[in-house]
């Protein structure tokens, strides 16, 4: 059975602070990986996948990197509009996604 | 805005009751998949459809129940409603099952009192 786990399950930054977010994952066979954002009461907005180790992704401010056994979200100087709960996921096999507990992000101005 | 579509976005009954959550995936996607998030289990994979046909179930429970119309819109029937079926329910769509992006919609939010 698929498995997947976020730490650290909050963290709390002041502006411009970087910081990482960790993802790791226990797959049969690995069909990507997903980043999503999720804002209180909305529905997760994708951010990046990643098919391979060694592939790294980048939007704005967020870094996605991936490795046989995790993936991280580096997140580089951040603002107080990046705060948010970071969700990972892996498919399953002609299923839909396994998705972790997620992060909840607190940037502090 | 991923293009994904959910009515209603709010939703309150009773216990015992029965009610229709309904979604409209992206232009041109033909897979849809409905989520179940709560706060104690986070987000959980009910079922999918492709193209119509039922393709993979996750953790749905027997009172709740799905379909793909012809013309690709989807609903989520949920019966015999129970407390702890309050929730958001989110949708999300993609162009082909398997290893593609699912995008996901606004999500309708369940309150069974």
């Known amino acids: 059975e698929d498995q ?9 930054l002041q502006e411009g602070e970087s910081s990482s977010l960790n993802c790791s ?14 804002d209180p009461g909305k529905g997760p907005e994708f951010l990046f996948t990643l098919y391979s180790a060694g592939e790294e992704k980048e939007k704005e401010r967020l870094k996605a990197t991936l490795t046989k056994k995790e993936s991280f979200l580096h997140i580089t100087a951040p603002k107080p509009e990046d705060s948010a709960t970071y969700l990972c996921a892996v498919p399953a096999e002609g299923s839909g996604l396994t998705f972790g507990e997620g992060t909840q992000l607190t940037v502090n101005p | 805005d991923s293009g994904v579509t959910q009515t209603p976005k709010h939703l309150i009954t009773a216990t015992g009751q029965r009610v229709t959550l309904r979604c409209s995936p992206r232009s041109g996607d033909l897979s849809v998949y409905w989520y179940q998030q709560s706060l104690d289990q986070g987000l959980q994979f009910l079922i999918q459809y492709y193209n119509g046909e039922e393709r993979a179930k996750g953790n749905i429970l027997e009172r709740f129940s799905a379909q793909q119309f012809p013309d690709l819109h989807s609903e989520l029937n949920l019966s ?8 958001l329910y989110f949708c999300a769509s993609s162009p082909n099952p398997g290893r593609e992006t699912q995008y996901f919609g606004p999500g309708t939010r369940l309150l069974v009192l």
């Open chain 1, 4 to 12: 997947v786990t976020q730490s650290p399950e909050a963290l709390r």
């Open chain 2, 80 to 87: 015999s409603l129970e407390l702890g079926d309050s929730a």
């Open chain 1, 25 to 38: 994952y226990t797959v049969s066979g690995l069909r990507g990986l997903f980043w999503y954002r999720q």
